[in-house]
């Protein structure tokens, strides 16, 4: 795996207040890489930063919020350095991003073809007809043969998997080196959610596409990625392998992620759940973020920020569980 | 698709019926009746029941209404007693007028609305948007008797660029090489509010599109900021604004009266001025009658408009 090309690279990357300087960083010092083909999941509870990430990744952070610190690297080319024009051109053609809500995520007014039409003559020029036929072949590649090989189809008239169907279409329209789902099967039901995620998990292994995938679900990243990455409050604070990362997360709050979901078999019993709230905007914790939650916090984790293990399992916490599995 | 256009028709018709039906009513509830504004109130009471007599006003109501209903059936709008002449070819060029004034207002404030809507809109809170918001306010509260003068006074008594009113002759056609000139202050003035209250009201709708996931969705396929705002937020943002063309129409004429009388502009608004003042009711049921119907015409416009902008209606 190690032979193959990265096609995204994170370095740094601190997104916080544009006016505000006190306030703390919103995704705060991030680093990590994707490979071409791989999957990364990217795995936190709400407001850890997930998305953020992905928004600044493509330079559209809401008004407000800015980039403090960091580099974007999608495969040679250094995001951050370019301008708006330059990075427009960037999106869409060599990234895409699917989003949570398919229901809202395409226009309503104009037809799926002529959506993902326009992004590959935005991108490559070319004919209308060119473009169509470009459409036409990616709705089939996407699973739509009625949207395919049919009359003109709008939003309104496909199921909501359909219409992730499309946004990936949408995405893919250009050959894109990098994928991003933000929670692309939350608002799907579980049939349908396992269909995109092998539509997903075909289009990566077939186009060498480089997936960060964005989740609050520890079981589905455990089963689909390749490799997870654990956010908590802005910061990574777990990474690895995604079999060994399930079978022995190191990270306290990994562990608490993990024993928080359901078993299939049986009932086991109440779940365990993390007691407490993650910090909110402006207070943060002295010492380890997570520390005021941590079962088995000790009295260093209170003064002492950990940073992340430099061997595997790499993970940020100054008493991490390294049994092996 | 033709049943639901036959029903919307249908509608219309029955709306422009009822407002037949008003329109007598009301002027058959009005004190003194056509007799008196005739003869003058100090008629005596047998020259007024001989004229009631000549004009049919003796019949029974229903009979009346009929006959009213038999008339406009032929075009017939009746006789104008102060100007000596048949309404309807008494209206016609003061409709005329009117037409050609409240086209280039329509097109002038759809256009203006639209741009600085989405400019509006897409700009969200920061410095342009509240400007927009601000000159909107103005323009939609300064009374229009107001703006005319001040316009006339800067424009027509100052500077003496443009003529303070009138037409430049009896008809608009005949004078259509100053016709421009004397139509730029008053369709100013008219198009002022409308232009505010729409370009307001789009604005909201734009902003409101803006936060939609689509916008964003948009913005991450790499389209730049005028593909998203024409091609993509426009349509979206345009469809409720249909409806509200639909109700344009009226205040068109209602803001006509106003703008034409203070620029003398002959049009209807300005004879619907003048016939009421002269208690000259043929003319002013006519006006009313033909505004009623535009209203209609309107309505059922923006209603056909928004069919052919909105994919998810359709007439099966």
Redesign the interface.
């Known amino acids: 795996m190690n032979t193959r090309r990265i096609a995204l690279a994170v370095c740094g990357l601190t997104v916080g207040h544009a006016r505000k300087a006190r306030a703390r960083a919103l995704v705060d010092d991030l680093s990590f890489e994707v490979a071409e083909g791989e999957m990364l999941a990217f795995v936190g509870e709400s407001g850890s930063g997930k998305s953020l990430t992905a928004a600044a990744i493509?330079g559209?952070l809401p008004?407000g919020l800015r980039r403090l610190a960091g580099s974007v690297h999608l495969r040679d080319t250094e995001l951050t350095a370019l301008s708006e024009r330059a990075l427009?051109?960037?999106?869409?053609?060599d990234m895409?991003?699917v989003?949570q809500?398919p229901l809202?995520?395409?226009?309503?007014?104009?037809?799926v073809q002529a959506q993902i039409a326009?992004?590959y003559q935005?991108?490559k020029g070319g004919t209308r007809g060119a473009a169509w036929a470009r459409a036409r072949s990616l709705l089939a590649e996407v699973g739509l043969a009625s949207a395919a090989n049919g009359p003109e189809t709008?939003p309104?008239q496909l199921s909501g998997g359909m219409r992730q169907r499309v946004?990936i279409a949408?995405?893919l329209?250009c050959d894109p080196i990098l994928l991003i789902a933000d929670e692309p099967t939350t608002a799907l039901d579980v049939v349908v959610q396992a269909q995109i995620l092998d539509l997903l998990t075909r289009l990566r292994q077939e186009r060498g596409l480089a997936v960060l995938f964005i989740t609050h679900d520890l079981a589905l990243a455990a089963a689909r990625a390749d490799r997870v990455l654990v956010l908590y409050a802005g910061r990574a604070v777990e990474e690895g392998d995604a079999a060994r990362f399930f079978r022995a997360p190191c990270h306290p709050y990994s562990r608490a992620l993990r024993d928080a979901i359901p078993a299939i078999h049986g009932l086991g019993g109440r779940l365990t759940e993390i007691p407490g709230l993650p910090p909110g905007p402006g207070a943060l914790p002295p010492g380890c973020r997570f520390a005021p939650r941590c079962p088995s916090a000790q009295d260093d984790c209170h003064q002492t920020e950990p940073t992340m293990r430099r061997t595997a399992p790499r993970c940020a916490c100054l008493h991490p569980s390294l049994e092996t599995p | 698709m033709i049943a639901a256009l036959t029903k919307r028709l249908g509608d219309a018709l029955l709306s422009v019926a009822l407002l037949v039906t008003l329109v007598f009513f009301m002027v058959y509830a009005t004190p003194g009746g056509p007799a008196y504004s005739i003869l003058g109130v100090h008629a005596s009471p047998n020259a007024v029941a001989a004229l009631n007599r000549q004009m049919g006003l003796d019949h029974p109501v229903w009979q009346q209404y009929l006959t009213w209903w038999a008339h406009l059936a032929h075009g017939n709008l009746g006789y104008s007693y102060t100007e000596h002449a048949p309404v309807a070819s008494l209206i016609g060029t003061y409709f005329h007028n009117t037409l050609l004034l409240d086209a280039v207002v329509a097109v002038a404030a759809i256009g203006l609305a639209t741009l600085l809507g989405l400019a509006q809109g897409a700009y969200?809170r920061r410095l342009p948007a509240r400007l927009i918001g601000a000159w909107q306010i103005l323009g939609y509260s300064l009374p229009t008797f107001f703006v005319g003068t001040v316009l006339i006074l800067v424009f027509a008594a100052d500077l003496a660029w443009l003529p303070p009113g009138g037409i430049g002759g009896e008809t608009a056609t005949a004078h259509s090489a100053t016709l421009w000139h004397h139509l730029i202050l008053p369709a100013a003035t008219l198009s002022l509010p409308l232009t505010a209250g729409l370009s307001r009201f789009f604005g909201q709708q734009v902003r409101d599109e803006y936060r939609?996931?689509?916008v964003?969705?948009?913005?991450?396929?790499?389209?730049?900021p005028i593909?998203i705002a024409f091609?993509?937020v426009l349509?979206?943002a345009a469809?409720p604004l249909t409806t509200l063309i639909g109700m344009m129409v009226p205040s068109l004429f209602v803001g006509g009266v106003l703008t034409e009388s203070v620029f003398n502009y002959p049009g209807l608004g300005w004879l619907l001025w003048r016939s009421a003042l002269e208690q000259d009711y043929p003319t002013l049921t006519a006006i009313v009658l033909l505004i009623g119907i535009l209203t209609v015409l309107g309505n059922l416009a923006a209603d056909l408009l928004n069919t052919l902008?909105?994919?998810?209606v359709r007439y099966d």
């Open positions: 493509f559209l008004f427009r051109v960037r999106r869409g053609r895409g991003l989003f809500n809202t995520a395409l226009n309503p007014s104009r037809s326009e992004t935005v991108h709008y309104h946004m949408i995405a329209a | 969200g939609q996931d689509y964003r969705a948009a913005a991450a396929r790499g389209l730049g593909r091609g993509h349509r979206n469809r902008l909105d994919v998810r």
